[in-house]
């Protein structure tokens, strides 16, 4: 059974870089692809962007300049970073498998912007 | 791709039947996901490809639609039903969901 765990802050300050890991536990990295999506205060879920076990990515074109997505397949880890962070980022984090559909889900991390 | 459920919100009781429609912008296809989300936790895959159920998802489960429709139906509501669900369209970059519909 593939389990994921996110990892990361949870504080981040306005202008600096969000960085979150997620540990791929059980089952096969290469296997599919990864997603990240966040879920902010009002409940909306948002698809941040995806990865491949290539590398490739995939972003939403909303947040794309501030994207960087990658995978370390030896330690099984995917990692994202945001740049230039705002409140409006303020969200709960989730990694996902994402194949016919997303799931197993991870638990979400919760980042919150703030000075 | 914008998806819009209705209705956003709707109060039931246990052995109702429910409906939830998720509507897309554009034709999607079969290409329409169902999720369901309990309070303080991640959302969980209900059905893919529009109708096929997820593995270990209950029979009362059932998904219809194509192209820019999709229905999803409780048959039987169950207390551990009551939850927010969501539906997102995998047609497309960006990926989108719907804004959920609240079932209470």
């Known amino acids: 059974q593939v389990q994921l765990r996110e990892s990361g802050p949870g504080l981040v300050r306005p202008s600096e870089t969000l960085s979150l890991t997620c540990t791929v536990f059980g089952g096969f990295i290469t296997s599919s692809h990864w997603s990240w999506v966040r879920q902010s205060a009002d409940k909306r879920l948002e698809w941040i962007g995806r990865?491949?076990?290539?590398?490739?990515?995939n972003y939403n074109p909303s947040l794309k300049s501030r994207l960087r997505m990658s995978v370390d397949l030896s330690k099984k880890v995917l990692s994202l970073e945001m740049t230039s962070v705002t409140a409006a980022d303020t969200a709960v984090y989730y990694c996902?498998?994402?194949?016919?559909?997303?799931?197993?889900w991870g638990q979400g991390t919760l980042v919150t912007v703030s000075s | 791709i914008q998806l819009t459920q209705s209705p956003s919100s709707l109060s039931a009781s246990v052995g109702d039947r429910v409906t939830i429609t998720c509507r897309a912008s554009?034709?999607?296809?079969?290409?329409l996901v169902w999720y369901q989300q309990k309070p303080g936790k991640a959302p969980e895959l209900l059905i893919y490809?529009?109708?096929t159920l997820h593995s270990g998802v209950p029979s009362r489960f059932s998904g219809s639609g194509f192209g820019t429709d999709f229905t999803l139906t409780i048959t039987s509501l169950q207390p551990e039903d009551f939850a927010i669900y969501y539906c997102?369209?995998?047609?497309?970059?960006?990926?989108?969901f719907g804004p959920g519909t609240i079932v209470d």
């Open positions: 554009q034709d999607i296809s079969h290409y």
């Open positions: 997102q369209q995998l047609n497309s970059y960006p990926l989108t």
């Open positions: 996902v498998r994402d194949d016919t559909g997303f799931g197993p």
């Open positions: 990865i491949d076990a290539s590398g490739i990515t």
């Open positions: 490809a529009a109708s």
